[in-house]
Each structure stands twice: as structure tokens, then as C-alpha cells.
């Protein structure tokens, strides 16, 4: 099945400690990206990429990192300098070749415990 | 930034009654794409409307663009259950491909049996 895969589903952090969401696609699409959904609200762009070893800034990035070093991966770290983590995580890709539309995962939920 | 708002943020309807769900956002845009989202799960391409489209259907769908009152809307025909969810208005903004989108805060639409 071709898609979007993010990993876990729930996840806990405890004060102080980094935390990794995974998100695999074998969609073969150069551009991906990570959203932060609160309850209620639409959706805010963390990071974004659009090839490999390059990603930038979205709305909201203060207190997140990411990586891109394979076309297939595009992990988001949330660190301790996040004061308010909890949220729902979701992440994209999509190319050009289809008007840019984005394909989502199934989203992973972060709680603090 | 948020670019599109939806209106109502809320909206509850019999089967069989037609939805309608407004949009609107700031400023020049390639395209607008609308999305669906079941509770607690990624979010699903419905359609996309380009910048020189004024309406487009798909099934059940119709959607309008109106670019000199910056607006769009989402008509749903003959509603089921199943159209149960939040939909999203996005916008990919012109002067410069850089792929990303911005998201309205969304509208709940309860479709009662």
C-alpha cells in the first residue's frame, strides 16, 4: 500500500525530555511537511521540505527540530524547549506532479505527562 | 498565518440535506483545496479549484471560487452519516512555487440519520 506512515499513535513526554515522531512515505514525494493541530483549531506548519538535506521554517517552529536525510523519512523532534507540546501531530507530502496536493497521515497524539 | 476561514464553524443537518461551507481568505492564491477530516485522524484531499476555475464538481461536490471577493464554498449534496467530519479550506499562495499550504480552522458538519 502506498502512503503516509506516522509513528506512534499516542505518545508521552515527560518534563524535560525530547521526544521523536516518525513519518515514512513511499509515495516517491520530494516535499513533506509536519502540522501541530490543536482542539478545535485548523492546522499550523512546523517544518517543511522539499528535497533532501534542506527543510525550513514554518509558522510555528520555537522548540522543534527536523531532519531530511532520506527522501522517504522526515522525523520531527519535539525538544524540552517546547513549554506546550500536547497536541496532535500531522504529517504531509506531496509533489508537484499532482498539483501539490497533500497526502496525510493518520496523525500521532502527544501528551505530557 | 492563518489564510482561510470557514464559516459556520459549526453546522448540524438532517440525511438527505445539502451542506454548504464558506471560505474566505487575504490574499492571491494559485489554488484552493478543500479537505475532510474524521475525528482523531489525518486529514483526505476532496477537490482543488485553480485561481482561474469558478466551479468545479466531483460526486456529491460542488465547489465555487469567487477570487474577487477572495471566497469559496463547499456544497455537499444529499448528505449521509458518513459526511460526519471537519472540513478544511487551504490555500497554496502565488508569487513563488514553494508548495505550502495554509489552513482555515475548519468546519464540524454533523449529519444526523
Known amino acids: 500500500d502506498g502512503g503516509i506512515t506516522q509513528s506512534p499513535k499516542y505518545l508521552f513526554r515527560k518534563e524535560g525530555q525530547n521526544v521523536t515522531l516518525s513519518c515514512e512515505q513511499n509515495?516517491?514525494?520530494?516535499?513533506m511537511y509536519w502540522y501541530r493541530q490543536d482542539p478545535g483549531q485548523g492546522l499550523r506548519l512546523i517544518y517543511y521540505?522539499?528535497?533532501?538535506?534542506?527543510?525550513q521554517k514554518g509558522d510555528i517552529a520555537e522548540g522543534y527540530s527536523v531532519s531530511r536525510e532520506k527522501k522517504e523519512s522526515f522525523p520531527l523532534t519535539v525538544t524540552s524547549a517546547q513549554k506546550n507540546p500536547t497536541a496532535f501531530y500531522l504529517c504531509?507530502?506531496?509533489?508537484?506532479?499532482?498539483?501539490?496536493?497533500?497526502?496525510f497521515g493518520a496523525g500521532t497524539r502527544l501528551s505530557v505527562l | 498565518s492563518q489564510q482561510g476561514e470557514e464559516d459556520p464553524q459549526a453546522l448540524s443537518i438532517q440525511e438527505g440535506e445539502n451542506a454548504t461551507m464558506n471560505c474566505s481568505y487575504k490574499?492571491?492564491?494559485?489554488?484552493l483545496q478543500w479537505y475532510r477530516q474524521n475525528s482523531g485522524r489525518g486529514l483526505v484531499h476532496l477537490i482543488l479549484i485553480r485561481s482561474n476555475e469558478r466551479e468545479k464538481h466531483s460526486g456529491r461536490l460542488r465547489v465555487t471560487l469567487d477570487t474577487s471577493k477572495k471566497s469559496s464554498s463547499l456544497l455537499i449534496t444529499a448528505s449521509r452519516a458518513a459526511d460526519t467530519a471537519s472540513y478544511f479550506c487551504?490555500?497554496?499562495?502565488?508569487?513563488?512555487?514553494?508548495?505550502?499550504?495554509?489552513f482555515g480552522k475548519g468546519t464540524l458538519l454533523t449529519v444526523n440519520p
Open positions: 504531509a507530502s506531496s509533489t508537484p506532479k499532482a498539483q501539490n496536493i497533500q497526502y
Open positions: 487551504a490555500t497554496e499562495g502565488s508569487g513563488g512555487s514553494n508548495y505550502k499550504l495554509t
Open positions: 490574499t492571491s492564491i494559485n489554488n
Open positions: 509515495l516517491n514525494h520530494d516535499a
Open positions: 521540505s522539499h528535497i533532501v538535506n534542506d527543510f
